[in-house]
């Protein structure tokens, strides 16, 4: 196997001919050969193979080879050979995402910018494009594509299935209906790498982590679908719980409960844009008040212990870790934002009144001279976490967004993993080096699991 960099470049002949620069035939054992196999993709097209005398690795490829390997564009790019009688040309890579609202300049919506800089950071690495699952033409084996030029500006190829898949499609909706799993299982089916999955439901998470006693420690108690009598046996118990909807997002749903034996029953929730807090003397008129906010949606709920997080100001704090899988496959922190409720608010979501800090900023403030220690064991505690989810799923993933809690000893919480992280912690000016790591990291992630490696990584 080899790997090296080379600039594409297209000549106007009809024929399927492609001609290496003679640097670049030696090293590729290709001297003295008649015809090569060109892939890109899951595309393979045999062409006459000629030999260039010029330095440097250079690629011509003819008007004819180009129109049929659908090579998207001219410059540098990778070139991997496993056999003297094939080259590869890419990898191609497909960030699949889609929009409700989009324009020509914007076509995928509020995404756009986001898809945009990542097509931007990885031009010199690998032909990377965008699509929506309208773009799939499965009877050809096609996409056609949205690319962006040095400009930045869009232009559309039709080119080979990817070698990756980069599933960035915005909603749970979606995603879990029929036409996107089969859309997924397609890629499956053809062995290309598809990441990440799709989103985690909360108890789908405690269930996968349910026997694995390093990821267990660091889980909150939890139940799915509790019976009243289970809530108020954990009520005794824990005397605070957090009550959530398992496919929930945004703090929206959820209650904090907290029982005083001498007081009775309090309850926390967000109305509107208000903040609610409730007291009931007996457990059944609490009980009787979610039934009938929800009726049986509270099958849907899961009960968790709830942990006493470290504070600001009597405000609650927690983080959110921004996992990533980087080109070694290796799951590292690319980014921490630590997150401030608003006052009285159940969560610590911007949305509802929450604001955004750094983890230094939040840590010192509790802990000191030890603040540094503490978030280096949070930093292990999420690698961990993270290497338990991938070991109990059964899918790739490439990415997590852990909201974790730290308690006042120091103690490590997981509350939910997020299966497709949203980025906002990246806006803090603070955390914008760390938004701009964590797109390395898709992309060099991207490159691994296209297999463009050298021998000794493959
Ligand atoms: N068990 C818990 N103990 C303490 N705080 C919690 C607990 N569960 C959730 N929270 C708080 O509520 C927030 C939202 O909970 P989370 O499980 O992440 O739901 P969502 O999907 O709505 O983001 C967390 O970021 C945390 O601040
Ligand atoms: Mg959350």
Redesign the pocket.
């Given at each position: 196997m080899s790997l090296t960099i080379c600039n594409v470049h297209f000549t106007q002949q009809p024929e399927r001919i492609v001609w290496l620069s003679s640097p670049l035939a030696k090293q590729l054992k290709l001297n003295g050969r008649k015809s090569v196999n060109v892939k890109l993709g899951r595309d393979t097209v045999p062409a006459t193979v000629r030999t260039i005398n010029r330095a440097g690795n250079h690629v011509y490829m003819s008007a004819g080879l180009r129109r049929s390997v659908r090579i998207p564009m001219s410059g540098n790019v990778h070139l991997s050979s496993a056999d003297t009688d094939e080259i590869k040309l890419g990898p191609l890579i497909g960030i699949l995402t889609d929009s409700a609202t989009k324009s020509p300049t914007s076509p995928f919506g509020t995404r756009t910018g986001f898809v945009k800089q990542l097509l931007y950071m990885g031009r010199k690495k690998a032909y990377f494009f965008a699509f929506t699952p309208r773009d799939i033409n499965w009877q050809q084996e096609t996409v056609h594509g949205w690319f962006l030029d040095s400009g930045g500006t869009w232009f559309r190829r039709v080119v080979p299935l990817p070698d990756v898949v980069y599933n960035r499609l915005p909603s749970r909706r979606a995603e879990t209906g029929t036409t996107i799993s089969a859309l997924r299982e397609r890629f499956i089916r053809k062995q290309i790498p598809y990441f990440n999955w799709s989103f985690f439901n909360?108890s789908d998470v405690y269930k996968l982590l349910d026997n694995d006693p390093e990821a267990l420690n660091h889980l909150?108690e939890?139940v799915n679908n509790p019976t009243p009598e289970r809530i108020r046996e954990m009520l005794e118990k824990h005397h605070?719980?957090?009550y959530?909807?398992t496919a929930?997002?945004?703090?929206?749903?959820?209650y904090?409960l907290t029982y005083h034996p001498r007081r009775g029953y309090f309850v926390r929730y967000r109305r509107g844009s208000g903040n609610v807090l409730l007291r009931f003397t007996q457990f059944s008129s609490l009980m009787k008040m979610l039934r009938s906010r929800h009726g049986s949606g509270l099958s849907s709920y899961v009960v968790?212990?709830?942990?006493?997080?470290i504070e600001i100001d009597n405000c609650?704090i927690?983080f959110?870790f921004h996992m990533h899988k980087n080109g070694s496959n290796e799951w590292v922190v690319a980014g921490i934002g630590a997150?401030k409720?608003g006052r009285g608010s159940?969560?610590?979501?911007v949305k509802n009144g929450g604001s955004l800090m750094t983890p230094e900023q939040a840590l010192n403030r509790t802990f000191g001279s030890k603040a540094d220690e503490v978030l280096r064991e949070a930093k292990r505690v999420a690698v961990k976490l993270s290497e338990a989810i991938e070991r109990n799923h059964k899918h790739t993933l490439g990415e997590l967004g852990l909201?974790i809690?730290i308690d006042r000893d120091g103690e490590v919480?997981m509350?939910?993993a997020?299966a497709k992280p949203g980025r906002s912690i990246f806006k803090h000016p603070a955390l914008k080096e760390q938004g701009k790591a964590s797109l390395e990291y898709i992309l060099d992630h991207c490159l691994y699991l296209s297999k463009f490696r050298k021998k000794e990584e493959s």
């Open positions: 909360k909150p939890s605070f719980l957090y959530k909807p929930g997002s945004l703090g929206i749903g959820i904090r968790q212990q709830g942990i006493r997080l609650p927690d959110r997150k409720a159940v969560t610590t979501h909201d809690g919480w509350f939910e997020n």
